[in-house]
């Protein structure tokens, strides 16, 4: 590989990390001044991370940075971005999970509750502030990092384990909800999933969880398990 496509790559990781990080500011901080307390916002298990900023930012900057001469490019392509990848990751945590992590349904010009007017409008004006703004100031700190390079790789790494981990951590969950809700005889699961995941951690990291029933229902899983 060769020295500027591994610094492109490396750079596209550190984005994910940054904005993914930065995400999770955004989130707790947006959820404080609405609700008047702190509720976590993680989209990892383990890891302090909100990945839809982080896949959202690095995506944004892979396909408009381009564009940076027409700031009206910026804006439209930047929101029509924003709302696909905000869809998509949508669509695979349902798929995946069985599970609804935000649900916009109660807001107008939604398009069924994964993404709304609104809230791609935002995407619009972050990507203005992103390519403008952000990216060359985020680009001179990921150019002082020592061995940057080096540490992206072992960042993805641990990113790819934290991932896997909340894959299963949030199956195990569904599943002890799913049996309680239904009445079944309890998850029989190793000491493992019991130590690294249980009930109490689940619900302070995920309390917005929902759970699509067999019936249609959606009921939020931290009213399923006390």
Same mark, same amino acid.
């Given at each position: 590989?060769?020295?500027?496509?591994?610094?492109?790559?490396?750079?596209?990781?550190?984005?994910?990390?940054?904005?993914?990080?930065?995400?999770?500011?955004?989130?707790?901080?947006?959820?404080?001044?609405?609700?008047?307390?702190?509720?976590?916002?993680?989209?990892?298990?383990?890891?302090?991370?909100?990945?839809?900023?982080?896949?959202? @930012?690095? /995506?944004?900057?892979? %396909?408009? !940075?381009?564009? #940076?001469?027409?700031?009206?490019? +910026?804006?439209?392509?930047?929101?029509?971005?924003?709302?696909?990848?905000?869809?998509?990751?949508?669509?695979?945590?349902?798929?995946?999970?069985?599970?609804?992590?935000?649900?916009?349904?109660?807001?107008?010009?939604?398009?069924?509750?994964?993404?709304?007017?609104?809230?791609?409008?935002?995407?619009?004006?972050?990507?203005?502030?992103?390519?403008?703004?952000?990216?060359?100031?985020?680009?001179?700190?990921?150019?002082?990092?020592?061995?940057?390079?080096?540490?992206?790789?072992?960042?993805?790494?641990?990113?790819?384990?934290? @991932?896997? /981990?909340?894959?299963? %951590?949030? !199956?195990?969950? #569904?599943?002890?909800?799913?049996? +309680?809700?239904?009445?079944?005889?309890?998850?029989?699961?190793?000491?493992?999933?019991?130590?690294?995941?249980?009930?109490?951690?689940?619900?302070?990291?995920?309390?917005?969880?929902?759970?699509?029933?067999?019936?249609?229902?959606?009921?939020?899983?931290?009213?399923?398990?006390?």
């Amino acid at each position: 590989m060769g020295k500027d496509k591994e610094d492109y790559i490396s750079n596209l990781i550190w984005y994910f990390i940054i904005f993914s990080v930065i995400g999770i500011i955004v989130e707790t901080s947006f959820g404080f001044l609405t609700m008047g307390f702190v509720e976590s916002r993680k989209g990892f298990v383990y890891g302090p991370f909100c990945p839809i900023y982080g896949v959202g @930012a690095a /995506l944004i900057i892979l %396909a408009l !940075d381009r564009f #940076k001469k027409s700031k009206l490019k +910026i804006f439209f392509y930047g929101m029509i971005a924003g709302a696909a990848v905000e869809y998509i990751i949508s669509f695979g945590l349902e798929a995946l999970y069985g599970l609804k992590f935000w649900d916009y349904s109660y807001l107008p010009y939604n398009l069924n509750g994964r993404i709304c007017l609104r809230y791609s409008s935002y995407w619009g004006f972050l990507s203005l502030g992103m390519i403008y703004l952000v990216k060359p100031n985020v680009d001179k700190l990921i150019n002082k990092i020592p061995k940057k390079n080096l540490i992206a790789k072992v960042a993805f790494v641990l990113l790819f384990i934290d @991932a896997i /981990l909340t894959f299963v %951590a949030i !199956d195990t969950y #569904k599943e002890r909800a799913k049996r +309680i809700y239904y009445n079944e005889e309890p998850l029989q699961e190793t000491i493992i999933t019991e130590k690294l995941f249980p009930n109490s951690y689940m619900k302070k990291t995920f309390p917005n969880i929902r759970l699509k029933t067999d019936e249609g229902e959606i009921v939020f899983v931290r009213e399923i398990i006390e």
